[in-house]
């Protein structure tokens, strides 16, 4: 049985004549299971390259190649059209590819807990330096209608235009899971991000159809889940369209995004070109446009004090870079 790769996102490009055309599914350590016209492979792969080369990521488009003795491995990755990148939590100056190529990113939040507004502004600068188009999604809204209200407002302060949908997960069928159902289309991707036990895995199911992902319990101290998803996999929707569920994510790092911060946070920017000074940190610095709008009731400090943390992140990471590089470069500083 032949399989179309346009269910699975293929643009329709030139194929390769170097191997076998596919898309990952899915990424073990050191194995791959790649979707490719003739079926569903497994493929060996270093998942653990060297650093300055591309290390396959879930929604990859692969050439597949046999090799005499290993058999199936992966010959070499397409270019990305985006990435769903992080600093990797283990390492200082390291990108974590989480997923690639997708059209869409749900940010997921279950409305049996608060909502940080820190934590959904790194995930929105995670959903928009990818490239793709970004909604949040808020579960559990069956369990306090209020609760789903505020939060949307919420969300919709932060974020302006950013589309906010909600979903009540209780037996029967979801509400709202038509409105996020419409987001999708055929041979379209979208990845769900968010806390353990924000209801990803339960979403990802009812938009599929079938119970195909393992779904947790949720403590009652604190409404965190266990991690019932434990690797990025890609599923096809019979009714079209393709899902790429995340482990939940407690480390938000953010990795290179300045352009995607000024996005989150227009407002301040917006203010900032007011400072008196081009390079004011908003702190304690005299004449400066953001902490009048503080003194003035009209921008909450705590906002002003996430902003500057964020940024803070930002510029020393590009310091380790730099210092990274040098390293490598023998002590000399980088050519530029």
């Known amino acids: 049985m ?11 490009g030139p194929v390769p004549t170097d191997g076998r055309l596919g898309r ?15 079926g569903r492979v497994r493929v060996i792969s270093d998942s653990q390259r060297a650093q300055d080369l591309v290390a396959p990521a879930t929604g990859d488009w692969v050439v597949v190649v046999e090799d005499p003795e290993l058999g199936p491995v992966i010959g070499r990755i397409l270019d990305r059209s985006n990435t769903v990148s992080r600093r990797d939590p283990s390492e200082a100056v390291v990108e974590q590819v989480l997923v690639a190529n997708v059209d869409l990113v749900l940010i997921v939040h279950g409305l049996d ?50 589309q906010v949908l909600t979903v009540g997960m209780g037996s029967g069928a979801p509400e709202g899971l038509r409105e996020v159902a419409a987001l999708m289309g ?80 227009g407002d301040l920017e917006e203010r900032a070109a007011d400072c008196r000074f081009n390079d004011c940190a908003h702190h304690s610095e005299p004449d400066c446009a953001v902490l009048a709008e503080v003194a003035a009731g009209r921008v909450d400090v705590r906002r002003v004090v996430r902003y500057r943390a964020l940024s803070s992140e930002l510029a020393a990471q590009r310091e380790r870079e730099v210092d990274r590089s040098r390293r490598r470069a023998g002590g000399r500083r980088p050519r530029r």
């Open 2 to 12: 032949s399989i179309d790769l346009d269910r699975y996102g293929w643009s329709g």
């Open 24 to 38: 990952i599914v899915r990424v073990d350590r050191g194995e791959c299971d790649v979707i490719s016209a003739d």
């Open 113 to 162: 807990r608060p909502l940080p507004p820190g934590r959904l502004e790194r995930f929105l600068v995670v959903g928009w330096d990818s490239g793709a188009e970004v909604a949040v999604v808020l579960t559990k809204a069956d369990r306090n209608e209020a609760a789903a209200v505020e939060v949307a407002a919420v969300v919709s302060a932060l974020a302006p235009g950013v």
């Open 186 to 265: 055929p041979g379209r991707t979208v990845a769900l991000l968010g806390e353990s036990g924000a209801g990803k895995s339960t979403l990802v199911n009812a938009l599929i159809g079938e119970d195909l992902l393992e779904t947790g319990e949720v403590r009652s101290s604190d409404s965190r889940g266990r991690h019932t998803t434990v690797s990025r996999e890609l599923l096809l929707r019979p009714a079209g369209g393709l899902l790429i569920d995340t482990p939940g994510i407690r480390a938000v790092g953010i990795w290179d995004a300045e352009e995607s911060l000024a996005r989150v946070f």
